[in-house]
């Protein structure tokens, strides 16, 4: 895909970011206070996504390919895992408690808080951390002589 159009699309997923509200992490807050005053506004983001993406996902994989790859990569996992729900367990907490996911957060990095900058080391550290930890696993399972040693 030339670079050109992934930038086009990274920006205008930006943009629509800060339009509805994704980038300040007091409304996302907001969102999840139900308890509190609870602000639904991000509600209608969610509906409109799942609205756009449910009407228009058959319709685009019906086309022969996808107009900027060779083909539609589509995952084929269908099973729920332990790392599947620990991961999402961990990201909703982070959400929860620093109103940042990733996307937004880059998205916020223009505004130059340091609220984004905090949460962005946090998360490349946590993401440095399970890279180590899926290396020393990877490791330990091709040891010769562990328990969990695979055959090569």
């Keep these: 895909m030339p670079a050109f159009i992934v930038f086009l699309a990274g920006a205008l997923f930006a943009v629509g970011l800060a339009l509805a509200g994704m980038t300040q992490p007091q409304k996302v807050i907001g969102f999840l206070d139900f308890f509190g ?44 895992t332990p790392s599947l729900v620990g991961g999402a367990a961990l990201f909703g907490v982070g959400w929860g408690l620093a109103g940042f996911c990733p ?21 490349l550290g946590g993401m440095g951390v399970y890279s180590l930890y899926g290396m020393f696993r990877d490791a330990r399972r091709a040891a010769p002589g562990t328990a969990d040693a695979t055959p090569t």
Excluded: N
Aim: net charge positive; no cysteine.
């Design 37 to 80: 005053e609870w602000d639904p506004s991000l509600a209608f983001v969610m509906v409109g996504a799942i609205a756009t993406y449910g009407a228009l996902f058959p319709v685009v994989t019906r086309r022969k390919g996808p107009v900027f790859a060779s083909l539609f990569r589509i995952p084929e996992r269908r099973d729920i």
């Design 103 to 123: 996307g937004p957060a880059l998205a916020s990095i223009t505004a130059g808080s340091g609220t984004v900058f905090v949460f962005l080391g946090a998360m």
